[in-house]
């Protein structure tokens, strides 16, 4: 019962030893759905597949989630990811492997095959972490359907276009990321710097060295024993035998070591008789053993004094005992091992009297299956026994050869219970001594049934299943145990050292002992220690709170129960228990306070400001530089495609880095101007004062911000890619048409693509040759600029190596700043030809310099002779209050996506964001913002930190609009143009069109509808009807679920429909689905077979649906066809009693269930002349031949009962016998139509036709009926 209990996690442990049940800890796999039901809905839309999810797994065991990703591998509590909780559980098994071999397992794992970095999204991903980890555990990986789901998708038409670009991501991401066409290294890792693997050689190899001279000393050791043997030999023969012997065995003076003195004394005495001044070889070697013992004396009185066992029995007896045992089954050689041991322990013979192959004769007795377990028995007593002599160390590094003793010992768990007593007390009794408490603890590993094993493993083995054990006297030797080795000072080194050492070195594995040790004493703690017991079992815990600060006191908090459940019970106890709570409240901070986590969640300034760090700092300065080098000319640019002078494009970019620095999540997002939103509000403020926009940029904050505080985050999902790239692509096209007249001097508006290409067809003679060469060269100097960042310098030939580096970071700064240059260069050349009061090009004009006041939003304006109040403006506005503010979530949310590691987006926090952002950006003129493409592109690349650069970015224009607004008249229109134009043409995706034509027709249909509307219309209305097109598709998919139809036949040979709907059951689908039901009862099932349907995937029910099925249920009772539920979730089944009213709901939970049911339903008539048509025929027979006696009714009616009544016998006979062959079948039919012949039942067979025939008549006439129903 007791075997394996030494590898189970406490927690494990004690529940299955409350159970009475098989020892074992459970490993579950959770299943996430990465799309939170989404995949069912819109995976046939999408891929044309049906997907049940897109599945994250992770494998829990001992109490921690274990999962894989980008960051390599991490655990948590169970279900504490952002995921929530998981959507399924599947039960992969139980281990029996014990925590600490899967510690190491899993840290093996994180620094080979699965380490940060090496996560690929089809080829190494959690899914193959989970498979991996599984295999170890239990054996057997997870659901082939889970496993195979990357190669399922990638297989699809959209998958195979996909695959270039994920494998480009895959890539990318083990080594850096990519912006455009330049690469970017990231951060050296402590782990791979050339410092860290230095200082982690260095220690491996004074470990190393550690090892080597140990085993020297061990291989001295023992040589100097054999020279001691061979000296007492030649000693005891020169003596009088009595005398010697009596001498021998009273004698307790001098140890090995003195020994070992006076041999070296005299083999290293001078032979030229000069000894000068110094001190003899001899002394020099007593001095050394002095000054060792007095060490050791020290060493003894430091350390806590060890539990042992000392009185355990009587040595003399046990060893007459074990000699009795073993007569006459010992050859010469054991013989001598036996007197030898008899020597060593009886006569307190030194440890020289043990020969050198002492250990074979312990191997023998120990593993003997012939031999008596008594014996063995016997001789574990007498070595627990000899375990307590000084030298006994000697005989256990004898033992490091073959490892027989501690092999043994390590299978405690497989002897029987009367081995493991002497056994537990051999291990205990090792602590009296110093040395062989140490050996204890060695950490070497050798090879044992496949696995590496050590001392300290072994004695942590035997402690724990000691501990745990139903015998008190092994509690008594775990409690014992568990003591000596929290008492040891090699485990309670400084905890500031054992950090530093490498994984793997000694102090890291008794970290993992004192946790594994820990486990155990929590669960003995749930039962009734004894005082002396418990006391040495909180000193034990007390002390492992010092080995191991942290994990240990959390285990305490995790698993219980608490220390002062045990307060009281003495004063000693009460005293250790004080020291326990004392490490708990230091290692265990209370859990945070709800307002500390709503301030944590909504001010994210919080999560990361107290970690900032001067590295932070100064990649955060460079990158928001950069940033404002980018967004001033930017900003400039859309001010004038929203149809505004160049200032107010400033207004709207310092502030709104300001705001996000403290609620942003998304350290990549620049708020400021942007081409999108310039381009949505000129659609709603053409041809209007600037208060119209102010006032629009006011709306659209409040709109953000209510629409965050009721948490609608989740209605940007319902915006598909497919429509966000027709929108966006569309927008851009739209934005370079707008942008022509400027490039090339022409002085005109347009509303949309047709009319702007009309205009620019009637006026294309007015083109102005000055701005039409300056807007083009700017175009291709951008775009020139564009490219410098990919030039690769490092093949440069340079003695100087820095000078590539040098040049490559030069060539991407300009490449980052091509939008300041050019404007400045075109600012410069305008500013040069500038005579006059007039210019050879068209520029910005005029500029109202300085900063802007802080003023309300404007609620009124003069338009002309015309006033608008509040309401005017509001209705003048129109749907852009709700449009401008759906085109910024949606540009910050797909920002977000594009640039998060852990694949979490805080839509909601996004729009409150938002929000405060062009609520307060209104106060000081600024137009709607959101983030920007272009900018975040340009601060990943820059080596952006953390949000803290939008404040150095915002800065930049304060500075731009107090000191260069002067200048900014000069700035020609063309340049600007050739901004925007270079920068939205990369927005274009057209490639998006082909990938969808060949993977997702109605995908197609989404992403065209919204481009061609958003182009010939406008692009609210693109945007308005491409979401209500995707939300239709959405409900026809709703409305018309896919259905799955197979015919089954259970092992006794009936036949039924199983009917299993693909998605959710609500009230759209409930009409459809009960009339494919009918339809299919009526067709597949003939009227008479079982319908089955199959709700595995029905999570949910409405009012429609459960009276859908109360009338679909009422039809098939109409008709005498049974209709079961399979697989119906309870709640699902309470809402549909609730619902509809039905006392009684046919339902059943498994397949098992199922097949009962089946089984157990009346067998009619009809079903067996559906299943074999001479059934009827038979039938037809028989009824002719009654016909022709007297009595024909009666003789009919009679004649057909009896048919149907043998009928049943045969089918019972059949059912209760599967698998039988027919010729069985038959035989135990016609047995029982014997029977009821001889008892001449009238019930069944009242014809007497019957009841007089031969068995041979019986035989003959019946043997078709048995043949067709077997």
Known sequence: ?????????????????????????????????????????????????????????????????????????????????????????????DTFLPYSVFLEYINGLGTSKFAAGTYHLLRLNCNNFSDEVSNFLVGSGIPKYILDLPEEIIKTPIGQALA?????????????????????????????????????????????????????????????????????????????????????????????????????????????????????????????????????????????????????TDLAAEFDELCRLLEGKLNETETTNLDELRQYALENEGSWALGDNFLNFIGRVLYDKSLDTTAKVKLLNILAIAALKDDVILLLHQDRREHTIMNYAFDIDRHPIEEQLPLAQFITNMFENLSSSEWLLYISEWQYNNQGISNIRVTTKVAVHSLLSESADLQACGAAIIHNLACKEKMNKNKKLRQLLPKGSSSKVFDDVAVELTMALLQYFNGNPSEEHLYACMKALARFTQISGHEVPQLIKMIGPEPNKFRGTSRRVDEMIDEVNKKLQLNCPKQQSKLKRFIHRHIPVTRWLPNYSRFYGVSDFIAGITLGLTMIPQSIAYAALAGLTPQYGLYSSFLGGFIYLIFGTIKEVSIGATSLMSLVTVEYTRDMPVDFVILLCFLAGCTELLMGLMNLGFL?????????????????????????????????????????????????????????????????????????????????????????????????????????????????????????????????????????????PPFSSQVGNVTYNFLDMCSHLGS??????????????????????????????EMLTLGVCNIAGSFVSSMPTCGAFTRSAVGSASGIQTP????????????????????????????????????????????????????????????????????????????????????????YLSARPSITIDKCKTVYGLEYVIVKPEIGLFYPAISYLTNKINRIARKEAKGIYPVVVDFDRLQGIDYTAAKGIQGILSDFEGKSQPLIFL???????????????????????????????????????KIYIAQDPSFKELLNKSSDFTSQKDNAKESVLTEQESLLAILKIITTVTRDNPGKSDEYIRSLVIERLKNIQSCGNATLLDSKRYRTSSDQDIQNRWIDHASFIA
């Open 716 to 856: 940007v999902d319902f915006i598909s890619m497919p429509v966000t790239s027709g929108f966006t692509s569309a927008t851009s096209i739209i934005i370079i048409i707008s942008q022509l007249p400027g490039l090339l001097g022409l002085r005109f508006k347009c509303e949309n693509l047709t009319e702007g290409i009309k205009k620019l067809y009637q006026n294309w003679r007015k083109i102005r040759l000055s701005d039409s060469v300056l807007g083009i060269s700017c175009i291709i100097f951008l775009l020139a600029f564009r490219k410098l960042k990919d030039i690769d310098c490092s093949k440069i030939k340079s003695r100087n190596k820095s000078w590539g580096k040098l040049i490559q970071k030069t060539l991407w700064f300009l490449s980052i700043s091509r939008n300041a240059i050019t404007v400045c260069i075109a600012s410069f050349i305008t500013y040069h030809h500038y005579h006059n009061g007039s210019s050879i090009f068209i520029t910005a004009g005029s500029v109202t310099p300085g900063l802007p006041s802080f003023n309300s």
């Open 880 to 909: 852009g209050i709700i449009m401008v503010p759906l085109v910024a979530v949606l540009t910050n949310v797909a920002i977000a996506k594009a640039y998060v590691r852990d694949g979490t987006v805080e839509a909601t926090q």
């Open 1127 to 1165: 697989n119906v979730n309870p709640n699902v089944v309470t809402s549909i009693i609730g619902l509809s009213g039905m006392k009684n709901f046919n339902a059943v939970c498994n397949q098992d269930d199922l097949i009962d049911t089946l089984k157990n339903l009346e067998i009619t008539e």
């Open 948 to 1035: 803290m650069a939008g404040l150095y970015s915002g800065i930049m224009a304060l500075l731009a609009l107090s000191f260069l607004t002067p200048y900014f008249s000069f700035i020609p229109k063309a340049s600007l143009s050739a901004v925007l134009i270079s920068a939205v043409v990369f927005l274009i995706d057209l490639k998006v069109f082909k990938i969808l034509w060949n993977g997702s027709k109605r995908d197609l249909i989404t992403a065209g509808s919204t481009f061609l509307i958003s182009i010939f219309i406008n692009v609210e209305s693109g945007l308005l009807f491409g979401t209500l097109i995707n939300a239709s598709f959405l409900l």
């Open 1 to 93: 019962m007791l075997r394996y209990i030494w590898s189970l996690p406490p927690i494990a442990r004690h529940k299955n030893m409350d159970d009475n049940e098989e020892m074992g800890t459970k490993v579950e796999l959770y299943v996430y759905d990465l799309t939170k039901g989404a995949a069912t809905i819109m995976s046939q839309l999408l891929i044309g597949r049906h997907l049940d999810g897109i599945w994250h797994t992770a494998i829990v065991a001992y109490g921690r989630e274990y999962f894989f990703g980008p960051s390599g591998i991490q655990s948590i509590r169970p279900g504490g990811t952002v995921l929530g909780e998981p959507q399924r559980v599947e039960k992969l098994g």
């Open 164 to 312: 270039p670009l994920i494998e480009t991501l895959a890539n990318s991401a083990s080594a850096g990321f990519t912006v455009g066409h330049r690469f970017v290294e990231p951060r050296i890792q402590r782990e791979v710097s050339p410092e860290y693997q230095l200082l982690n050689t260095a220690i491996e190899e004074a470990r190393l060295n550690s090892i080597a001279l140990e085993e020297r000393r061990n291989v001295l050791n023992e040589k100097l024993a054999k020279k001691e043997r061979k000296k007492k030999k030649k000693k005891k023969e020169k003596h009088d035998k009595s005398k010697g012997s009596g001498s021998e065995s009273n004698n307790t003076g001098p140890s090995n070591y003195s020994t070992m003195a006076d041999s070296e004394v005299a083999e290293m005495q001078p032979t030229n008789g000069d000894m000068g001044a110094e001190m003899l070889p001899s002394d020099r070697v007593l001095q050394m053993e002095a000054d060792e013992k007095r060490e050791l004396e020290e060493r003894k009185r430091q350390r806590d004094p060890p539990i042992v066992f000392k009185e355990l």
